[in-house]
């Protein structure tokens, strides 16, 4: 097995200059300096989110003097909070090395389901039960088709990001359905009683410290860095890559779901195609968070400012008379610096390599 | 090399994102921070000027809508900058309520004295839309309409009139028998399904004319293209096509512009005199209809800025002069009409340049 490419998948977990900065074993004496050296370029890039957020925030108050007025800060979490809530399984699933971009079809499948089922009369506690199982499985197909299957998640979540989609078509139709009742649809208009933070904010803040929790205390949360950083040495040391991936997988779906009725109350709308381009912003907002596509490395702290940063940038360009359809711009721009810097020094080594290796072919 | 890149990600990072948010700034000019009161019409007759009206289309990029809201064409900015106010046009990329929301919630945070919006769903935005008229900022829809949430409508045309002068022009190009669908826009369009409504209603004078299928083209040229093909596809003996949008027209008649389907399918609906020319000249297209969005755009500014200026309050029964357009009365449901829509064929269109 070659040390160079663990896995084939080009990760360079193995140099220190990429260590993780929470990852599953090392060696007992040299725990203490080994847990720092790991820590530092982790904790870098959410310093480096820290500031970012920092600048945006006197960016937006410069902008406009209601930035920060209350109710601008409730539609920044407003407008944002569905794809807060998807990025916090979104990251785990990064991290095990897949990925899940049916997210915004589960959503649309949710949104569908609620219309239809509404309009048949059912019972809102049994509409919530039957969207929460169909999130669970939707998840679950996805988890069995990369774990059992073992078809590249990429591929199997494009594929289910068409299916779901037209599954929510069939259910649906064309219609959009528009009669729900004023106490789910209030989540659109009203904060949490005696705070100003939306319902979906309110979720995801909870999602937020779970997750945080599992991932970076918990056995299960170090498996996963774990299997992102070599999934054949997790599996040697026991750890059942398989089920934990479709367990996220699962998660991902159920959270989607809960995104889609979410986004359907507070737009007062059932469509199908609700949710149409949110996976391309989960998953801008989860590598913004420093989280590796490669898998291996992430954490909360990074997707918690990785959404502030979002929503606040989005929130103050509408707020200057920047050019709405150049928005796009300003935030494509953003993902490709996130992705791109955390692997400078690895393609800068690459580089080097490569230099070295054509002037050795060089006879003089 | 190996140490500088280790410091690379905060040091670049933060350039990157200040630069960019630089770049923004400079381009954005000075925005005036919002706050200065949300105007309330006094009801004095004695006008103010510098206000600020922010015109929300469905989307960005949609030509009928730049039409009908620039300085230029002689739309909702150019009546709202000749009252002496200012009109900014903002809304989202996709025509979606999703995407038009956080739009109007800008506006209203930036302080934005009235709201001219064609809404993308006639629920979605209503939330949002009654905030702003308890703020006391008036909401003028145009175009597509949210009912009960706004202070005034202004329609293009009667919408029983457009729905059934649609189906009279096809069904005399059909010679009143055989197969049709209709290329919509998006499937929640106040104006779309309204329309709609009243073909279905009208076809019922032509027994033998059948209603198909109705597909959704989301006023975007590509998927508009791709559903018209699809129906010629599943309907290989359509007859008629009626495409009650101008980017669904467009896209039916580029779909229709060959060999194959010329003078067997007949396509009519709503659409622009300048994108159809070409369509109406080789034949694809016998006949249209439209109004002439910047006056649509024009009346709904002006409606806007007396709104502010206590001019009108709204209400049945009221009149008031929209500058070059004349004098009109608020109907039923707080709804002004432009007037009549106006059918485009080979023999007018070379007198309009819209």
Redesign the interface.
């Given at each position: 097995m070659d040390p160079e490419t663990p896995a084939g998948t080009g990760n360079a977990a193995m140099t220190p200059?990429h260590v993780a900065g929470d990852e599953a074993g090392s060696g007992p004496g040299t725990e203490a300096d080994g847990l720092l050296a790991r820590l530092r370029?982790a904790v870098?890039?959410e310093?480096?989110?820290v500031?970012?957020v920092i600048?945006?925030a006197i960016?937006g108050n410069?902008?406009?003097?209601?930035?920060f007025?209350a109710?601008?800060l409730f539609?920044l979490g407003l407008?944002s909070g569905e794809i807060a809530l998807m990025a916090l399984p979104m990251t785990l699933i990064i991290i095990t090395g897949e990925i899940d971009l049916s997210v915004e079809s589960t959503l649309g499948m949710s949104s569908a389901l609620l219309g239809v089922l509404w309009l048949h009369h059912l019972p809102m506690v049994a509409i919530f039960l039957v969207i929460a199982v169909v999130g669970l499985l939707a998840g679950a197909v996805n988890g069995l088709l990369v774990t059992r299957v073992g078809l590249p998640s990429l591929a199997v979540t494009i594929g289910t990001l068409a299916l779901y989609r037209g599954i929510a078509l069939i259910l649906l139709g064309?219609?959009?359905v528009?009669s729900f009742p004023n106490l789910y649809?209030n989540v659109?208009?009203e904060a949490i009683p005696h705070t100003d933070i939306p319902y979906s904010i309110g979720f995801f803040i909870v999602l937020a410290i779970a997750s945080g929790v599992v991932l970076h205390a918990t056995p299960f949360g170090r498996s996963i860095f774990a299997m992102g950083n070599n999934p054949e040495a997790a599996t040697f040391a026991g750890i059942r890559v398989k089920r934990t991936k479709t367990i996220l997988f699962m998660l991902s779906g159920l959270i989607s779901a809960l995104a889609g009725v979410l986004?359907t109350f507070r737009?007062?709308?059932a469509?199908?195609?609700?949710?149409?381009?949110l996976s391309l912003d989960v998953v801008a907002v989860v590598l913004l968070a420093g989280v590796s596509i490669f898998g291996g490395k992430g954490s909360i702290a990074g997707v918690f400012l990785a959404v502030l940063a979002f929503a606040g940038?989005?929130?103050a360009?509408?707020?200057?008379?920047?050019?709405?359809?150049a928005t796009?711009a300003?935030i494509g721009?953003?993902l490709l610096?996130?992705v791109f810097?955390?692997n400078?020094?690895l393609f800068?080594r690459h580089l080097r390599q490569a230099a070295v290796r054509a002037t050795r072919r060089q006879p003089t | 090399?190996?140490a500088f890149?280790?410091r690379?990600?905060?040091a670049?990072?933060?350039l990157?994102?200040?630069s960019?948010?630089a770049v923004?700034?400079c381009?954005?000019?000075s925005?005036p921070?919002?706050?200065s009161g949300s105007g309330s019409g006094s009801g004095s007759g004695s006008a103010k000027t510098g206000q600020k009206v922010y015109v929300v289309p469905k989307n960005?990029?949609n030509p009928y809508f730049t039409v009908a809201d620039s300085k230029g064409s002689g739309g909702a900015i150019a009546a709202i900058d000749s009252l002496g106010d200012t009109g900014?046009e903002?809304?989202?990329?996709?025509a979606?309520?999703?995407s038009q929301?956080?739009?109007i919630?800008?506006a209203v945070?930036?302080?934005a004295n009235a709201l001219v919006v064609s809404a993308t769903?006639?629920?979605?935005l209503?939330?949002t839309l009654n905030?702003a008229i308890k703020r006391k900022i008036p909401v003028v829809t145009y175009d597509s309409d949210a009912p009960g949430c706004r202070s005034l409508f202004i329609n293009q045309a009667s919408t029983a009139a457009i729905g059934t002068s649609e189906v009279d022009l096809l069904a005399k190009e059909i010679n009143d028998t055989g197969q049709i669908g209709i290329v919509s826009a998006a499937?929640?369009a106040t104006n779309q399904n309204a329309w709609i409504g009243y073909m279905k209603q009208e076809l019922k004078k032509y027994p033998k004319i059948k209603l198909v299928s109705?597909v959704?083209g989301?006023d975007d040229p590509a998927t508009a293209t791709q559903v018209t093909q699809g129906l010629l596809e599943q309907y290989p003996n359509l007859k008629g096509i009626i495409s009650p949008t101008t980017v669904g027209i467009l896209a039916a008649a580029g779909v229709l512009d060959s060999a194959k389907y010329r003078g067997k399918v007949q396509l009519t609906g709503l659409g622009t005199p300048d994108s159809m020319k070409k369509y109406v000249s080789d034949g694809t297209v016998k006949a249209f209809e439209l109004w002439n969005p910047a006056n649509l755009g024009y009346l709904a500014g002006y409606a806007a800025v007396d709104l502010i200026n206590g001019k009108i309050k709204g209400n049945q029964g009221e009149t008031f002069s929209a500058g070059k357009l004349g004098s009109f009365t608020i109907g039923a449901d707080h709804t002004v009409l432009l007037g009549p829509p106006t059918v485009f064929n080979a023999s007018n269109i070379s007198n309009y340049h819209f």
């Open positions: 200059e370029p870098r890039w310093l480096g989110l500031v970012v600048a945006i960016f410069s902008v406009s003097s209601e930035f007025s109710n601008n539609n407008n064309p219609r959009t528009a649809t659109g208009v986004l737009l007062n709308t469509v199908q195609d609700n949710g149409v381009g940038i989005q929130n360009l509408l707020l200057t008379n920047f050019n709405q359809e796009g300003v721009a953003l610096i996130s810097v955390p400078a020094a800068s | 090399m190996r890149l280790r690379a990600p905060l670049a990072s933060t990157v994102v200040t960019a948010l923004a700034a381009s954005s000019g925005s921070s919002g706050g960005l990029g900014i903002t809304s989202g990329t996709a979606s309520s999703a929301i956080p739009a919630q800008a945070t930036k302080g769903d006639p629920t979605a209503c939330p905030a499937a929640s109705t959704y989301n």
